[in-house]
T-cell receptor, first 116, second 114 residues
């Protein structure tokens, strides 16, 4: 398996522009998570999906942020409009939620977003 | 509130020396426990995990961790550090029965001296 795949790896955009980050989870995993990593706040959970349904988006900082999971193999995190304080590394992770099996979260390589 | 504490922001050790990174958690019940490592510019790689059973768990790259319920701790250890171990280490917890969303500690940056 190729693991969790995120694109792009790096994104530089101007303030006010729309940014879309993409994630392909590991095949067969039914939980997907978006995390953000900054120096000030460390790693924080933004939103997670279970079976393509958003379960908890309380970590999404503002209405400018939105996430979708149209199918089991794809998710997007969109920021519109972007601001310099959104600059961070965004990680996607997936895991298998199964009552009979414990699995950990597997992380993608992250997308480093810079908003200038 | 649930929380994970890594009291050491930065640790420096000499190559070949032993290592212990501290992690304490604050939860109503014993959670699932993890250690992840992040090399510069990379994602997070799982070193080891504790779900239940033997409180001393072995991980990759020669790391181990011991769960101590009485101390609410899950410290990471390695008997002999290699230069390639220089990275940032994160302790994380998952509430049992949850959807596996992780709560991370603030991380410990490890520097290895030649």
């Amino acid at each position: 398996d190729a693991g969790v795949i995120q694109s792009p790896r790096h994104e530089v955009t101007e303030m006010g522009q729309e940014v879309t980050l993409r994630c392909k989870p590991i095949s067969g995993h039914n939980s997907l998570f978006w995390y953000r990593q900054t120096m000030m706040r460390g790693l924080e959970l933004l939103i997670y999906f279970n079976n393509n349904v958003p379960i908890d988006d309380s970590g999404m900082p503002e209405d400018r942020f939105s996430a979708k999971m149209p199918n089991a193999s794809f998710s997007t995190l969109k920021i519109q409009p972007s601001e310099p304080r959104d600059s961070a590394v965004y990680f996607c992770a997936s895991s298998s939620r199964d009552r009979t099996k414990n699995t950990e979260a597997f992380f993608g390589q992250g997308t480093r977003l810079t908003v200038v | 509130a649930q929380s994970v504490t890594q009291p050491d922001i930065h640790i420096t050790v000499s190559e070949g020396a032993s290592l212990e990174l501290r992690c304490n958690y604050s939860y109503g019940a014993t959670p699932y426990l993890f250690w992840y490592v992040q090399s510069p510019g990379q994602g997070l790689q799982l070193l080891l995990k504790y779900f239940s059973g033997d409180t001393l768990v072995q991980g990759i790259k020669g790391f181990e961790a011991e769960f101590k319920r009485s101390q609410s701790s899950f410290n990471l250890r390695k008997p002999s550090v290699h230069w390639s171990d220089a990275a940032e280490y994160f302790c994380a917890v998952v509430r049992v029965g949850s959807a596996r969303q992780l709560t991370f500690g603030s991380g410990t940056q490890l520097t290895v001296l030649p």
